[in-house]
């Protein structure tokens, strides 16, 4: 009992049902709006871009709700994903605490993504679609989809984030290997992002915007779909997966969370790790403290407002309520991409705002400096995404190292950082730099933001 490190359950202990936190929700989560008559959205608002068994998912109040069997299958190529007890940085760091890491990076794209990509692609296979399109920034989404796809026999169409594109050519091997056809956004295949080029052809691009120019190439066509890897309520329950499995890991080695970590981008994996931990503090079974931890560069909790905004540049979403720096904003160039984006999960927001989550902002120099520390004694080398939740996880450790207080530390790693040397060159070199958050900038991009009475 005493001497684990890495905890694994029998594939037939894989959880086979996802969990939805609305119904348990204090309060009702605020829903979608039509961006043109600002009434809640329908099912038929959403209908051109998600297969209805998605459309469901997104506004189920069911509590469980069963992974179909044929994604159980994919899922069984690398779930259950192991956890482990982190002893050899405990060591280094000289902490009492206890700190304990779920590991995503086992997946074939290496990071959680796949949780959702595969039962995305399979409700779409079901309703006959023959192609999806999507957005994609450092290449994480758009690999995890294009394998998916390849899965159940898809087409796949992306649009990277123009920068990305041209810094990060591997990710896009990747998807093609996966049968993925990939676009550098902005492009010269849509209206918008024909108008961006001829403004600035050698355009940067950005979430939003590639989210726009998917987002339109599905609608104009009912045999295509969209699909969109975080932030949306059925992508925060595909995730749950992590945190099932995290509850029945941990209680096999009588372990429960005093304080739980996960980096926010745009809350999936925070939420598939929390939610079903929320579940058990919301009905007094425990009572860790859960904490969001985002970039100082893309503060969207910390320095966000809470209103209605759109989820893409071109504003040809649905109206979410969350925390935003508006959809206009363009964030810094940290090296953290999967960070990057304007907005949060309603779901996140929601409990954020209740009050359910706390939220803090970490620089990314920080960030390498722990994920150094991680990597030179757990031996994994952290995407840059959860190096903000590993900067977390020591900041509190060493707290506890102060207090003497022997707290139990849970965390997501999400993704290996294998296609991300480049950033840890830039950190071991000595180039990295911590990027500014600008408040003039945030309220240059909030004045796009619409005003709803
Ligand atoms: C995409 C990505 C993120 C950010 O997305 P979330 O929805 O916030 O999880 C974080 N980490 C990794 C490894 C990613 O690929």
Known sequence: MSDYTKILLEEHEMPTRWYNIAPDLPEPLPPPLHPGTLQPATGEDFAALFPKALIEQEMSTERYIDIPEPVLDVYRLWRPSPLFRARRLEKLLDTPAKIFYKYEGVSPAGSHKPNTAVPQVYYNALEGIRK???ETGAGQWGSSLAFACAQFGLECEIWQVAASY???????????????????????????GRSLLAKDPDHPGSLGIAISEAVSEAVADPGVRYALG??????????TIIGEEALLQLAKVGETPDVLVGCTGGGSNFGGLAF????????GRMNPVIRCVEPAACPTLTKGQYRYDFGDTAGLTPLMKMHTLGHDFIPEPIHAGGLRYHGMAPLVSHVYQLGLVEAISVPQRECFASALQFARTEGIVPAPEPTHAIAAAIREALACKASGEEKVILTALCGHGHLDLAAYDKYLSGEMVDLEFSDADLAEAMKSVPVIA
């Open 166 to 192: 041209r810094a990060k050519p591997h990710r896009r091997t990747m998807m093609e290997i996966w049968g993925g056809v990939v676009h550098p956004s902005p492009s010269n295949l849509t209206e918008f």
């Open 230 to 239: 975080s932030v949306l309520n059925h992508v925060l329950l595909h995730q």
């Open 132 to 134: 999806l399109t999507t």
């Open 276 to 283: 079903p931990f929320l579940r058990e503090k919301l009905a």
